[in-house]
C-alpha cells in the first residue's frame, strides 16, 4: 500500500517562506510523477506544481509560478515544495500526490493526508 506523509506546514506571515515535505512508501517512488495541490474551504483542489519523474523537468500552473520551486529526491522517496514570497491567498490544505502523468489529466493515483498553511497578512 502506498502511503503519502506530509509535513512542514504552519503559520507564517505574509512575504515568509515555507518548506513542504512529503514521504512516499510502500511504492517505486521513482515511478510516479509527483505534484502539490492546494484546496481551500468550499472549493475544489487546486494544482500548484508538478514535477517528472527524473526530477528535471517541473511546472507551475496556478498564482505559485515564480514563487514556488518543487523538488524530488528519488534515493530518498521524497518531494519537497519551497514557498518563497507567501501571501495570504496561498492559505489552504497542501496535499501532496502521485500519478501516472505529469498533468495528472488521468488522476491522482494517491494523495497524502494534507498540511496546513496559513499565511497572515
Known amino acids: 500500500q502506498v502511503q503519502l506523509v506530509e509535513s512542514g506546514g504552519g503559520l507564517v506571515q505574509a512575504g515568509g517562506s515555507l518548506r513542504l515535505s512529503c514521504v512516499v512508501s510502500?511504492?517505486?517512488?521513482?515511478?510516479?510523477?509527483m505534484g502539490w495541490f492546494r484546496q481551500d474551504p468550499g472549493k475544489d483542489r487546486e494544482f500548484v506544481a508538478t514535477i517528472n519523474l527524473d526530477g528535471l523537468t517541473t511546472y507551475y500552473p496556478g498564482s505559485g509560478k515564480g514563487r514556488f520551486t518543487i523538488s524530488r529526491d528519488n534515493a530518498k522517496n521524497t518531494v519537497s515544495l519551497l514557498m518563497d514570497g507567501l501571501k495570504p491567498e496561498d492559505t489552504g490544505v497542501y496535499y501532496c500526490?502521485?500519478?501516472?502523468?505529469?498533468?495528472?489529466?488521468?488522476?491522482?493515483?494517491?494523495w497524502g493526508q494534507g498540511t496546513q498553511v496559513t499565511v497572515s497578512s
Open positions: 510502500g511504492g517505486t517512488f521513482s515511478k510516479y510523477y
Open positions: 500526490a502521485a500519478g501516472r502523468r505529469m498533468d495528472f489529466t488521468s488522476g491522482v493515483d494517491y
